[in-house]
């Protein structure tokens, strides 16, 4: 079956760096997304991998592993504006995204 | 600006009723996906149209319809509402249903069944 495995919550300091995992199993590969949500907003783009390595993009950066399946996004200089939800989605062989329930991260001044 | 839009922005319906959520884009973009967003659950892909004129099931299908007449255009009936379709539904689009494409949503319909 298909999976993605993301923790629940986390919690992080202004101006400090946090990273945000994200194991997966899916029924092939096409690239992993990653999105942003506010509450009761919608997702937004941030990024997309879809070769091993990492791709920086200002203060988000992510990480792919195609041979772990596992990806992360790493948040730099963390700002209260970045508390939200933050979505991991590898695409399958259908080209369809398959979606984690996503993390909240939490921001403290 | 361009983008999606949808109506309405929230529903409250009584079950039995039949229901018609409005989806419009005007990117050009080929692909277009309906998704409902559960607390604690990922979104999950309803139905999903690579092209106008043709139409794909989802994981979670049954209960609602979609047509695609036109590119700009994607509506999703519920026939006949009932309550485990309360949740908020996400239109969302891209260039083309392909890999390495963005998905970009709409800002969402919350759809209460009483």
């Known amino acids: 079956g298909q999976n993605i495995d993301q923790p629940t919550e986390m919690t992080a300091t202004e101006g400090a760096i946090v990273q945000i995992n994200c194991t997966y199993q899916?029924?092939?590969?096409?690239?992993l997304f990653w999105y942003q949500q506010h509450a009761g907003e919608a997702p937004t783009f941030l990024s997309y991998?879809?070769l091993d390595g990492l791709e920086e993009k200002g203060r988000f950066s992510s990480f792919l592993s195609r041979s772990k399946g596992y990806s992360y996004l790493l948040l730099k200089e963390l700002q209260m504006k970045d508390s939200a939800s933050y979505l991991c989605a590898p695409m399958d062989s259908n080209y369809q995204l398959i979606w984690g329930a996503g993390t909240k991260l939490i921001i403290k001044p | 600006i361009a983008g999606i839009t949808q109506a309405p922005t929230s529903q409250i319906l009584a079950a039995g009723r039949r229901m018609t959520l409005r989806c419009t884009q005007d990117?050009?973009?080929?692909?277009m996906y309906w998704y409902r967003q559960d607390l604690g659950l990922g979104l999950r892909l309803i139905h999903y149209?690579?092209?106008?004129?043709?139409?794909g099931k989802g994981e979670v299908p049954d209960g609602y319809s979609v047509s695609r007449a036109n590119t700009d255009d994607f509506p999703l009936t519920l026939a006949s509402a009932v309550p485990s379709q309360t949740s908020v539904y996400f239109c969302a689009s891209s260039f083309t249903g392909e890999a390495g494409q963005p998905q970009h949503f709409g800002d969402g319909t919350r759809l209460s069944i009483l």
């Open positions: 990117m050009r973009h080929n692909a």
């Open positions: 991998n879809v």
């Open positions: 149209s690579n092209t106008a004129g043709t139409t």
């Open positions: 899916t029924s092939g590969f096409n690239g």
